[in-house]
T-cell receptor, first 117, second 112 residues
Framework: ETGVTQSPTHLIKTRGQQVTLRCSSQ?????VSWYQQALGQGPQFIFQ???????GRGNFPPRFSGLQFPNYSSELNVNALELDDSALYLC????????????????FGAGSRLTVL | AQSVTQLGSHVSVSEGALVLLRCNYS??????LFWYVQYPNQGLQLLLK??????LVKGINGFEAEFKKSETSFHLTKPSAHMSDAAEYFC??????????FGTGTSLTVIP
């Protein structure tokens, strides 16, 4: 069983640019969530995708958007990058919808570290 | 609204000493609670979870946590710290919308 993989692992962008981060979910998982982890902070929920549709969103502006594909992989897109977007972006997959809520567990990837200059 | 609060952003213990990391939850309904560990430059790994049933939950690497409704707490413990336990620990809750909310984390240092 493969885990969650994310790419790229590190990247540097400048203010105003756009970035796309990618995530392959764990086999058997149909739900993907994205989190932003700023330095010294806990992960903050960005949004969640189930069956290719956004299924919950945290307190992030619309310039944070995403996609989920039929194979349950996902992308996170951030437009008009700001300095405060510098963070570790974590993707997590889970059995999600359709599974017993109490059995739900997030499996995390190692993250993509974004630096905005 | 459901949330968790971790008390103490940094905890230092001697090798072999008891580890106690504190987490309190705020919830209007019985919560699902989790502890995750994050090693440097890695993603988060599940240590243990509480959903229903037994209030003392055992996890990996010798960690355990006890759900105490009367205290709205879910503290993480390990009887004897090992150097390899040095990491960042996050308490989290799962809301009925199937969304996880994490605490701000506690950095554990183990002193030889």
């Amino acid at each position: 069983e493969t885990g969650v993989t994310q790419s790229p692992t590190h990247l540097i962008k400048t203010r105003g640019q756009q970035v796309t981060l990618r995530c392959s979910s764990q086999s058997g998982h149909n739900t993907v969530s994205w989190y932003q982890q700023a330095l010294g902070q806990g992960p903050q929920f960005i949004f969640q995708y189930y069956r290719e549709e956004e299924n919950g969103r945290g307190n992030f502006p619309p310039r944070f958007s995403g996609l989920q594909f039929p194979n349950y992989s996902s992308e996170l897109n951030v437009n008009a990058l700001e300095l405060d977007d510098s963070a570790l972006y974590l993707c997590a997959s889970s059995a999600g919808q359709g599974a017993n809520l109490g059995a739900n567990v997030l499996t995390f990837g190692a993250g993509s570290r974004l630096t905005v200059l | 609204a459901q949330s968790v609060t971790q008390l103490g952003s940094h905890v230092s213990v001697s090798e072999g000493a008891l580890v106690l990391l504190r987490c309190n939850y705020s919830s209007s309904v019985p919560p699902y609670l989790f502890w995750y560990v994050q090693y440097p430059n890695q993603g988060l790994q599940l240590l243990l979870k509480y959903t229903t049933g037994a209030t003392l939950v055992k996890g990996i690497n010798g960690f355990e946590a006890e759900f105490k409704k009367s205290e709205t707490s879910f503290h993480l413990t390990k009887p004897s710290a090992h150097m390899s336990d040095a990491a960042e620990y996050f308490c989290a809750c799962l809301n009925t919308g199937n969304q996880f909310y994490f605490g701000t984390g506690t950095s554990l240092t183990v002193i030889p």
